[in-house]
C-alpha cells in the first residue's frame, strides 16, 4: 500500500464521511479554522522533516510516495493538511453537544 493510499483511506475517507454529517451549518468558518491549522502545520513541519531527512533520521521506500520537494514527500504534507482537516471537523462535531445528553 502507497503512503497516498494511506492517506485516501485512513483519512480523505472518514474526513468526507465527518463532513458529511456536518452539514451546511458553519461550513465555512469551520474550513477557515482547519485551513488556518493546516497551513501552521506544514510551516512548521516540513522544515522539521526536511532537517530529519538530511540528518538521515528519518527516510522512506521510494517507490511508495508519489512526488518530493526539498526532500519531502509530498505525501508527508498532505498528512498534515489532511490530519488537521479531520482533527478539526472531529473536534467541531465533538463540541457540538455536550457530552453525555442526546
Avoid at 452539514?23 to 488556518?36: E, M, N, S, W
Avoid at 538530511?54 to 521506500?61: M, N, P, S, T
Avoid at 509530498?74 to 471537523?89: I, R
Amino acid at each position: 500500500m502507497s503512503y497516498l493510499q494511506y492517506l485516501l483511506i485512513f483519512l480523505v475517507a472518514p474526513t468526507a464521511v465527518l463532513f458529511a454529517y456536518h452539514g451546511p451549518l458553519h461550513i465555512r468558518r469551520v474550513v477557515a479554522a482547519c485551513g488556518l491549522a493546516a497551513a501552521v502545520m506544514v510551516v512548521a513541519g516540513v522544515p522539521w522533516l526536511h532537517a530529519l531527512v538530511q540528518l538521515e533520521v528519518w527516510g522512506w521506500d521510494p517507490a511508495k510516495v508519489t512526488f518530493t520537494t526539498w526532500d519531502v514527500p509530498w505525501d508527508a504534507a498532505a498528512f498534515f493538511v489532511l490530519q488537521a482537516f479531520f482533527t478539526g471537523v472531529l473536534a467541531v462535531l465533538a463540541l457540538r453537544r455536550p457530552w453525555g445528553r442526546k
